[in-house]
Structure formats: structure tokens, C-alpha cells
Antibody, heavy 117, light 109 residues
Framework: EVQLVQSGAEVKKPGESLKISCKGS????????IGWVRQMPGKGLEWMGI????????RYSPSFQGQVTISADKSISTAYLQWSSLKASDTAMYYC??????????WGQGTLVTVSS | EIVLTQSPATLSLSPGERATLSCRAS??????LAWYQQKPGQAPRLLIY???NRATGIPARFSGSGSGTDFTLTISSLEPEDFAVYYC???????????FGPGTKVDIK
């Protein structure tokens, strides 16, 4: 069974750093792109970027380039999304999802990030 | 950059009624369009891929159609569990960029 399991909710202060994770199982982790999606409170889905764990090829949406870093450790089948300095506007739910042929066929359960002083 | 537009923003219907949701792309995406359902407090779920193919486990009351720039998601007879937000999505082949539509909320009339 394909599963993506994300790390738990985080509460951080502005300016702090954060790295959240997404662990894949039940399939060849190195053979599929993994994407990250932001959903701000009460809003729609926003594409952040994507990584191919096989070779760590990473692409960012222009809106998120320079704002976050996407990485992966294929030895433990885990992708990451990290911030070096959080802002209140980073408060959102973050989802990882596997990119199948042309669609996001499996999703993590989401990680809620709250940034507040 | 391809922009997806969904209409209506909100659709108010009763259980048993037919729901017709629209997604329009700013340029042709061929048949490379997917639909997702999201319920409150849950991750999105893939319903339809390649415009008209149901994902595994998706009931037959959900159907997708269209190609090029105009696509439709139809729910033939709404069940109580179908009241949710629906997003369309397209993906460019290379580089692998994804775009979502703004969503259509189907709520109970």
C-alpha cells in the first residue's frame, strides 16, 4: 500500500527555522517526483515545488523560489520542506503528494505549521 | 504559465441532484487534467485523471469530460458525502510544474 506520512504539527515563532518531513512507503521512492502544496487557512491549493528523489532534481514554483528549500534523503525514503526564517504568513497546512504520470495520486495527511509570536 | 479558472465558485444543490463543475484552461492542456475532492480537515483526494479516467475506488457517479481548454466534472446524483470542495489541476510535461484551479465548493442547498 502506497503511503506518505508527514511529520506532526509545529508551532514556531517568527524568525525561527523549520524542517518538516514526508516519508514514503509501499513503492519505489526514487522513481516518482514528490511535490509540496500549501493551503493557507480557508484558501485553495498552491503548488510550491517538486523533487525527484532519485537524483534530487528540484524545481520551485516562482512564488516560492528562495522562500523554502525542498530536499530528499533517498536512503530513508523521506522528502523535506524547510524554512530558514519563518514569517507569520507561512502559517498554513502543508501537504506532500506523489506525482504519478500526470496527477497527484497519493497525498500525505498534511502538516499544520503555525507561526506566531 | 497556464491559468485554470473554475466555475461556479459555489454550487448549492440538494442530495440526489446532478452537479456540473467547469474548469477552463488559458491554453490547451490536451487531456492532461485531473480533478480532486477535498473535505474539511482532510487532504485532497484524486478523483479523475487524464480528464476522464476515474482513480481507483472512485464511485461511478463521478465522471469527467473535455479536452483542450474546457473540462467538466459531473456528479450524477449527489450523495451526502459529496459536499466538498473540488479542484482541477494540470501538469506540464517538462519541467514538471503543476497548476491548480481556485476550486468549486459544492454545498447543501
Amino acid at each position: 500500500e502506497v503511503q506518505l506520512v508527514q511529520s506532526g504539527a509545529e508551532v514556531k515563532k517568527p524568525g525561527e527555522s523549520l524542517k518538516i518531513s514526508c516519508k514514503g512507503s509501499g513503492y519505489s521512492f526514487t522513481s516518482y517526483w514528490i511535490g509540496w502544496v500549501r493551503q493557507m487557512p480557508g484558501k485553495g491549493l498552491e503548488w510550491m515545488g517538486i523533487i525527484y528523489p532519485g537524483d534530487s532534481d528540484t524545481r520551485y514554483s516562482p512564488s516560492f523560489q528562495g522562500q523554502v528549500t525542498i530536499s530528499a534523503d533517498k536512503s530513508i525514503s523521506t522528502a523535506y520542506l524547510q524554512w530558514s526564517s519563518l514569517k507569520a504568513s507561512d502559517t498554513a497546512m502543508y501537504y506532500c503528494a506523489r506525482l504519478g504520470r500526470l496527477s497527484l495520486d497519493y497525498w500525505g495527511q498534511g502538516t499544520l505549521v503555525t507561526v506566531s509570536s | 504559465e497556464i491559468v485554470l479558472t473554475q466555475s461556479p465558485a459555489t454550487l448549492s444543490l440538494s442530495p440526489g441532484e446532478r452537479a456540473t463543475l467547469s474548469c477552463r484552461a488559458s491554453q490547451s492542456v490536451s487531456s492532461y487534467l485531473a480533478w480532486y475532492q477535498q473535505k474539511p480537515g482532510q487532504a485532497p483526494r484524486l478523483l479523475i485523471y487524464d480528464a476522464s479516467n476515474r482513480a481507483t475506488g472512485i464511485p461511478a457517479r463521478f465522471s469527467g469530460s473535455g479536452s483542450g481548454t474546457d473540462f467538466t466534472l459531473t456528479i450524477s446524483s449527489l450523495e451526502p458525502e459529496d459536499f466538498a470542495v473540488y479542484y482541477c489541476q494540470q501538469r506540464s510535461n517538462w519541467p514538471p510544474e503543476v497548476t491548480f484551479g481556485p476550486g468549486t465548493k459544492v454545498d447543501i442547498k
